[in-house]
């Protein structure tokens, strides 16, 4: 049974730094896009970064710049560096995985694509 484990989160003033670590078990690591969403105050959920391997990577717009994922795969992990941090940050921040379905696909950006997720772990960004 696949399991992801978050942890790095905390509490940080505006322009600060955080980085989050994933690691993940039962799964053909390898095999799947790595991707960051959060869940927000306001009980949305936005995709913030994914990456393949070789670099590829994918950001929401609202983070470019300022957040870099990046995946380890010989220790099954995948993290994100935040930087500049806001407090429009302040979310819950979870790790998921999708498995690639075909050999041209796109890293995902849509929740839907992703089957296995963490249980989240607290960012939150004060002024």
């Known amino acids: 049974q696949a399991q992801l484990v978050e942890s790095g989160g905390g509490q940080v003033q505006a322009g600060g730094s955080l980085r989050l670590s994933c690691k993940a078990s039962g799964l053909w690591f390898s095999s799947n896009f790595m991707g960051w969403f959060r869940h927000l105050p306001n009980n949305r959920r936005e995709f913030v970064a994914a990456a393949w391997h070789r670099g590829a990577t994918a950001y929401a717009n609202n983070v470019k710049g300022r957040f870099t994922v990046s995946r380890d795969d010989a220790q099954n992990a995948v993290y994100l560096q935040m930087n500049n941090l806001q407090p429009e940050d302040t979310a819950v921040y979870f790790c998921?995985?999708?498995?690639?379905?075909?050999?041209?696909?796109?890293?995902?950006?849509?929740?839907?694509?992703?089957?296995?997720w963490g249980q989240g772990t607290q960012v939150t960004v004060s002024s």
């Open positions: 998921a995985a999708a498995p690639r379905r075909a050999i041209n696909m796109d890293i995902p950006t849509g929740e839907n694509a992703y089957n296995n």
